[in-house]
């Protein structure tokens, strides 16, 4: 089926489908950042530090990630 084929609810379902997955998409990798950056008290600073990397890299890419699915239409 070519895209032109699809009437003009499909393509609001369709797109309302991809706005859901993309927000989910930036909820998870946010939750992710959350969960990595909760590092329990007794963890030496060799695992710390990058584990904080991790975590703030996966915050930032949520931001990004819902950032762009609202400035893409």
Request: some cysteine; charged content about 20%.
């Amino acid at each position: 089926m070519v895209k032109s084929d699809l009437t003009y609810e499909q393509l609001e379902r369709r797109r309302r489908n991809v706005r859901w997955i993309v927000l989910s998409i930036a909820v998870l990798l946010t939750v992710a950042g959350c969960a990595v950056l909760a590092v329990p008290p007794e963890t030496s600073m060799d695992r710390a530090i990058p584990r904080a990397f991790v975590g703030m890299a996966l915050l930032v890419a949520g931001f990004f990630v819902a950032l762009l699915s609202r400035l893409v239409p």
